[in-house]
């Protein structure tokens, strides 16, 4: 049987970080890029490929005359533009916003400075892709997608070409290359030879990646030359320079084509865990900006400020550009990290920054007469429904309230508890106070405090005490072993199995010698220690706040958690301390759980995933939920990846969270460490985290997980104000959702359109997996709509009221309407 036709794609796969820091990569793309070009004026027939519109911007912007040499060959479709995307990030670990930014960012720039679009994805290079990645490509313009790994002999799929469905129905048609997207220097017949046998025996189109990659290069004179060569021998099928987007309108042609409807993984499972500080970095920058967006978005028309969207996007740039496969992913060089730690700054700061002018341009208009000795507190709620929340508040230097303090909801409302709890200074004149807040959707609450009565509290260190219970829940941590007793509701059944002496460690050393990848291997679970405990005493026992704080301890390393249940909360908040100084190791923190047929679901990119529990490592986001016949435990996190379920003990599963990984930096099989060696280890230092356990009845949907979860990961903001007068009244919601699928739809987005319309942009998604029917309120404007189960859906609400809500596709556009800019 014949096969073929063979579509060569010519290509140079550029790792802008990797062995090297990003100024080298920024030289290597327009090296590349000129080679390109110049073996088109050398070779009519030839044809080059490129993503990662990053590289574009580049070149726009230090070298004028060779980026008009490539938009001529753009235009005359020699010079093959894919991805649409700002760079080929990790495909598990960005948020689902970040994908969005990915393409939204992109296709426009495309649009506007190369008249062109991608229509073809492209991820060659990351280690494993989402499950909603094609509902985020279809709505992106994308209908195609390419992609390397998982290979052959990590993950068997339905074929080698197939349509890769999302849970809402989306598709798009994927291609895992064979081999490698990049070749040798010279002739390629053994490269082709490779690549022919993973490929099935066909008359349809079949599409192989050449060109020198990696570093970049791209294709050469030999690799041309030797295509020529290998097309006039009988041993090979017919095969020319081509492009993607050619090869996969004659692949989408043939008939029964196969449906793949869930993730594609795993490959380089160790990454889900190296290097926890850039990885929460990316966390906190993604959802600083989010929340800058909404407060930008609202203080234009309430606080008269200025459009921030230019700033916002540069700093979401930065924000994309380093969830770069390599550098998310913490398997570049040290150098490397760095600059993202700088970069990753400049976007924290410009959205800290816009944050705050918007909340204050907000909060200088609520009316506030004067009045001796009392304090104003305004509390910003960045979410789309109500929230319950402990806030915590620094009193200024010197404290303007030295005694008791009595609480009051709004000027004159309802009086509420309040507790002190430890200040961030140690000099004197400063206190710190918490108390639990009701406030309304994507709006504000005033609160007043004043000298005091016997409501303030400064809480009861009692030594001997290890009950957490607040009335909702209640959790006992056990002297022994540090970790807990019992967890659960009120007065239900304890989730948690009993802790005999044998029983499960929670703070779990894993002996970890695999290269910084993880390379061939699916798991890490090879505990060969524990942590032991050293100290646990209750510091706070107050009307607001209970706290017990364990310490620990392993070879040259400690750890702290300090258990809070807070007054009116239903889950226990971790906060977590590692001081983490052992090499080629990992630490796991272990969650046994005494549920009977229960399943594990996780939260991935705008949606959630229900996975095997068969211990191997997996990328989670802000929550993994754990649900059986009684109940269940929502375990949530503000900063970690990487997860496990270990289903096999006696029915009833543990969960457990990678927090610390310690391989030597881009450390790449099978390169071996010697003995002597001097190397760098990740992970070395101290690192912060949080995390909460949230206990339940029935499953994660009725428990408002979702929610809960992005509570954590964008709080709430308190800020102390002065006396003025103004317009606005003690409590103000400017977004809130109603209707029979309002605790199904998070709306996540809201921001200014990037056309400079006036308009403003609305985002959410469907999170239970089922239909759902809701009515927005968005500045006094009413309107309906519904969404498809698993559904992304973003609305455009135009600045006149007289104008209609229009639906539009992730880049803003009309998705019935070509794009704006682009020639055809």
């Known amino acids: 049987m014949s096969r073929g036709p063979l579509h060569m794609i010519g290509n140079a796969h550029i790792d802008a970080v990797w062995l090297w820091q990003w100024q080298e990569g920024y030289q290597e793309v327009r090296a590349t890029f000129r080679s390109a070009l110049d073996r088109m004026d050398e070779y009519p027939d030839y044809v080059f490929t490129a993503d990662s519109v990053a590289y574009f911007s580049w070149i726009a912007e230090h070298d004028p005359a060779l980026f008009d040499r490539i938009r001529k060959r753009v235009a005359e479709r020699r010079f093959e533009i894919v991805g649409g995307w700002w760079v080929e990030p990790d495909c ?3 948020g689902g916003e970040a994908f969005v930014r990915h393409a939204l960012y992109s296709q426009r720039w495309l649009a506007e400075h190369l008249g062109v679009i991608a229509t073809v994805g492209c991820n060659v290079d990351p280690f494993g892709h989402n499950a909603t990645l094609p509902q985020l490509l279809s709505k992106s313009r994308l209908d195609s997608y390419a992609f390397l790994r998982p290979q052959s002999h990590e993950r068997e799929l339905p074929g080698q070409k197939f349509w890769w469905e999302s849970a809402d129905g989306s598709r798009v048609l994927a291609y895992r290359i064979p081999h490698e997207y990049c070749s040798p220097g010279g002739e390629i017949s053994g490269h082709v030879t490779k690549a022919l046998q993973q490929l099935p025996v066909t008359t349809e189109p079949l599409m192989v990646f050449y060109g020198v990659g990696n570093h970049g290069g ?5 690799n ?3 295509i020529k060569q290998l097309a006039s021998r009988d041993l090979f099928p017919t095969m020319f320079p ?23 993984q795993p490959h380089a499972i160790g990454c889900y865990a190296a290097h926890s500080e850039v990885k929460r970095q990316n966390r906190l920058a993604e959802q600083l900006l989010l929340a800058a967006e909404k407060w930008s978005t609202i203080a234009v028309t309430v606080g008269g400020m200025p459009d921030a969207t230019p700033e916002l996007g540069h700093a979401w740039k930065q924000v994309l550009f380093n969830q770069f496969h390599d550098i998310a992913a913490g398997t570049a060089i040290e150098p490397a990290y760095e600059d993202a730690r700088d970069q990753l700054g400049e976007a924290k700061s410009i959205a800290a920054r816009l944050a705050n002018r918007s909340i204050q341009s907000i909060s200088r208009q609520i009316d506030l007469p004067a009045e001796p000795a009392m304090v104003p507190v305004a509390v910003f709620n960045p979410h789309a429904w109500p929230v319950s929340a402990t806030v915590e508040l620094e009193l200024g230097y010197p404290a303007p309230l030295r005694g008791a303090i009595a609480l009051t909801e709004g000027l004159d409302g309802r009086p509420l508890e309040l507790q002190e709890v430890r200040s961030a200074a140690t000099a004197n004149g400063r206190r710190r106070v918490a108390f639990t807040a009701e406030l309304p959707p994507l709006g504000y609450q005033l609160y007043t405090m004043r000298p005091g009565d016997t409501s303030y509290h400064s809480g009861r260190p009692l030594e001997s005490h290890t009950v957490l219970d607040n009335g909702i829940v209640r959790a006992e941590v056990d002297p022994r072993t540090g970790w807990l007793k019992s967890l659960s509701i009120a007065d239900g059944e304890n989730l948690l199995p009993p802790n005999r002496r044998n029983a499960i460690a929670h703070a779990q050393v894993i002996d970890d010698d695999t290269d ?16 032991e405990v050293t100290s646990v005493r209750r510091l706070a026992d107050g009307p607001i706040r209970q706290l017990v704080r364990v310490e620990s301890a392993y070879g040259r390393s400690t750890l702290v958690e300090e258990f809070v249940l807070d007054a009116g909360s239903d889950a226990v908040e971790v906060r977590v301390t590692i001081d983490w100084r052992e090499q080629l190791k990992a630490l796991k923190l272990c969650f046994p759980f005494a549920l009977d047929d229960a399943e594990a679901t996780h939260e991935i990119p ?33 900063g970690k990846y990487s997860f496990a379920v270990d289903g096999s003990k006696h029915g009833r599963p543990v969960l457990a969270m990678t927090c610390v990984r310690s391989p030597v930096y881009a450390w790449h099989d099978p390169r071996q460490l010697a003995d002597d060696g001097v190397y760098e280890y990740l992970d070395q230092g101290i690192q912060r985290f949080r995390y909460r356990l949230q206990p339940h009845a029935g499953d994660w949907r009725a428990a408002g997980v979702v929610r809960k979860a992005a509570v954590l990961n964008q709080p709430v903001t308190p800020l102390v104000e002065c006396f003025h007068r103004g317009p606005l009244p003690e409590q103000q919601s400017y977004l809130s959702v109603e209707g029979p699928g309002a605790d199904q739809v998070v709306f996540s987005v809201l921001k200014k359109d990037e056309d400079d319309s006036g308009a403003a942009v609305l985002r959410g998604y469907e999170t239970t997996g089922r239909a759902a029917e809701v009515t927005v309120e968005f500045l006094g404007r009413r309107f309906d709509t519904t969404f498809r189960p698993s559904e992304i859906k973003t609305l455009r609400i135009a600045p006149s009221a007289d104008d209609p809500v229009v639906e539009v596709d992730l880049l803003e556009w009309d998705p019935a309407k070509p794009p704006p800019g682009v020639i055809h």
């Open 224 to 226: 041309i030359e030797s």
């Open 606 to 638: 705008y949606g959630h995933l229900v996975r095997e529990q068969n211990r191997e490592e997996v990328p989670s986001h802000t929550w993994v939920d754990v649900s059986g016949a009684g109940g269940g435990v929502a375990l949530l996190n503000d």
């Open 242 to 264: 081509s492009t993607m987007r050619r090869f996969f309108d004659e692949a989408r042609t043939a008939a029964d084509i196969p449906v793949h409807a869930t993730e594609l």
């Open 516 to 531: 910084t990848w993880s390379h061939g291997v699916r798991s890490l679970w090879n505990t060969v220690d524990a942590f």
């Open 92 to 94: 598990n670990l960005p």
């Open 218 to 222: 791209g294709p050469t004179i030999e």
